[in-house]
């Protein structure tokens, strides 16, 4: 499956944003699918998952209750309804894909598109 994330940009501390991320390939439909983030200088976080069928998500302690993971399987992509967005939400991210439930960490997996940069300006 190959990943194409988009909808970074600048936006004002308290703003909203929301990424898409689109899949192609065969069966990526039965992927769940990731959100990690990068800041410069940090090491890659895990912010949601959804998976693939039931659309069951997880998210992180830290984004829980401002981000939200959505997918639409007919567009085959991902979504991530980012609220209130501060200056520490500023980093690249990243959507990625795997066959497996669980993962929280970028070795669990496979696939990953080309990460976006959100900027939030204080």
């Known amino acids: 499956v190959q990943l194409q994330a988009s909808g970074g940009g600048l936006v004002q501390a308290g703003g909203p944003l929301r990424l898409s991320c689109a899949a192609s390939g065969r069966a990526r439909g039965s992927y769940v699918m990731g959100w990690f983030r990068q800041a410069p200088g940090k090491e890659r976080e895990f912010v949601a998952r959804?998976?693939?069928?039931?659309?069951?998500?997880y998210y992180s302690d830290s984004m829980k209750g401002r981000f939200t993971i959505s997918r639409d399987n007919a567009k085959s992509t991902v979504y991530l309804q980012m609220n209130n967005l501060q200056p520490e939400d500023t980093a690249v991210y990243y959507c990625?894909?795997?066959?497996?439930?669980?993962?929280?960490?970028?070795?669990?997996?496979?696939?990953w598109g080309q990460g976006t940069l959100v900027t939030v300006s204080s």
């Open positions: 990625a894909a795997d066959l497996n439930w669980g993962g929280t960490h970028p070795d669990d997996y496979k696939h």
């Open positions: 959804i998976g693939a069928t039931n659309s069951r998500t």
